[in-house]
Every structure is written in C-alpha cells, then in structure tokens.
C-alpha cells in the first residue's frame, strides 16, 4: 500500500525566516508525482508545487522549494522568507498511477510576527 | 482565471437523508474527483472518474455513495441515506489531463445530525 508520513503536526517560525516541513511516502511505482497543498483556514485547498518523481531537478516556485531525494523516498518543502499569509496547514500528497491523491495527515505552519 | 466551484457551501441534513454535492469542474477538463476530509483528520480519496464512468473508487465509495455528470458540467456526488460519520468537508477537484495538477475546489461541508 502506499503511504504519505508526515511527522510534525506543527511547525513555527518567526516571520522572514525559513522553515522546513517534512513529508516521506511510500510506494513501489517508479513513476508517480509529488505534490505540496495549502490549506487555509477558508479549506480552500491550494497546490503550492509539483515534482515530477522522474526529474532529479527540485521544483522550485518563488519562495517555495522542494528537496526531493528519491532514494530516501522524501520529499520536504523549504518555505524562504517565510511570511503571515503562508500560516495554513500544509499536505504533501503522492498521485499514482491511477491518478488519485494519498495524502499525509498535514503539518500546520504557525508565523510569528 | 477558471476556477473549480462547489455548492452548497454547507449542508446540514438528518441521519437517513439522502443529500447530493454539486461540483461545476474547470470547462476542459477531463478527470473528476471527490475527496473527503472528516475535521482534523487527513483527506481520503473516495472516486474517481474518467470518460463518464468511474474509474477508481476507495473502500469508503460503498453502495450508498454514487457519482454522476448529468449534463456534461456538473459533477455530482449522492450520499443515498447519510450517517453521522458521513459529516465532512467534500472537495471536487478535476484536471485536464493526465500529467497535471489536481484543481479543487473551495469544498461543502456536510454536517450530519
């Protein structure tokens, strides 16, 4: 079965520093996508990145990265300069290859000002 | 920018009702998906559908739950006689093919009394 750990229910930072969140999966397809999603307190679900598992390349979107070791089977989300409107819950999902999302049971990102 | 809409916002029914999520997915799009989120618990996956059939369902999708795209924009999902632990936040979400992005949108949250 596949699977998406992530092991820190909470994580804070102070604003305009970087924080970490990490997030490991599980899976025996050797192709397969890799995704982060905030969810703000409005639930609204909203795709941060995306990693193609093929690629060796970190995605990367503005203050958003990624640092995706495919052998290790981790996939953590670096979040630089870190600002009030990024404090949400944070899931990392795996999509397989039948299209559907497994999700980790998220982190939540609290700033402080 | 086209965006994924749900209605209603939040439902409230009783236990044994039937009730019916409406999901209008982004125009050119052809996957379609349902997930839930009971509150504080991680989003699960409960079908899938692909060309007007169901192409994947979960262990949850049991007999109550069906799936339908009456008119080729809405996409809709029937809880036949609902249960307490059927109270959650519903998300839609739907892609235009097969190496993109899920698209979701803002979820009903259903409340079972």
């Known amino acids: 079965a596949q699977t998406v750990t992530q092991s820190q229910p909470e994580m804070s930072v102070q604003e305009a520093e970087t924080v970490t969140l990490s997030c490991t999966y599980d899976?025996?397809?050797?192709?397969?996508?890799l995704f982060w999603y905030k969810q703000p307190p409005s639930r609204q679900m909203i795709l941060v990145i995306r990693?193609?598992?093929?690629k060796q390349q970190n995605a990367t979107e503005n203050r958003f990265s990624v640092n995706f070791q495919k052998a290790a089977k981790s996939f953590s989300l670096k979040i630089s300069d870190s600002q009030l409107g990024d404090a949400a819950m944070y899931f990392c999902?795996?999509?397989?290859?039948?299209?559907?999302?497994?999700w980790g049971a998220g982190t939540k990102l609290i700033i402080k000002p | 920018e086209p965006e994924v809409t749900q209605t209603p916002s939040h439902q409230v029914t009783q236990m044994g009702q039937e009730v019916i999520l409406r999901c209008v997915p982004i125009?050119?799009?052809?996957?379609f998906y349902w997930y839930r989120q009971i509150l504080g618990q991680k989003v699960e996956f409960l079908v899938s559908?692909?060309?007007?059939?169901?192409?994947?369902k979960s262990e949850i999708f049991d007999d109550q739950f069906s799936v339908e795209r009456p008119d080729g924009s809405n996409f809709t999902l029937k809880i036949r006689s609902t249960k307490l632990e059927d109270s959650a936040m519903y998300f839609c979400?739907?892609?235009?093919?097969?190496?993109?992005?899920?698209?979701f949108g803002p979820g009903t949250r259903l409340t079972v009394t």
């Open positions: 999902a795996l999509e397989d290859s039948n299209y559907q999302l497994i």
């Open positions: 899976t025996s397809e050797s192709d397969y996508y």
């Open positions: 990693q193609e598992a093929y």
């Open positions: 125009s050119n799009h052809l996957y």
């Open positions: 559908f692909y060309n007007n059939e169901i192409s994947e």
């Open positions: 979400a739907s892609k235009p093919s097969s190496s993109y992005e899920q698209y």
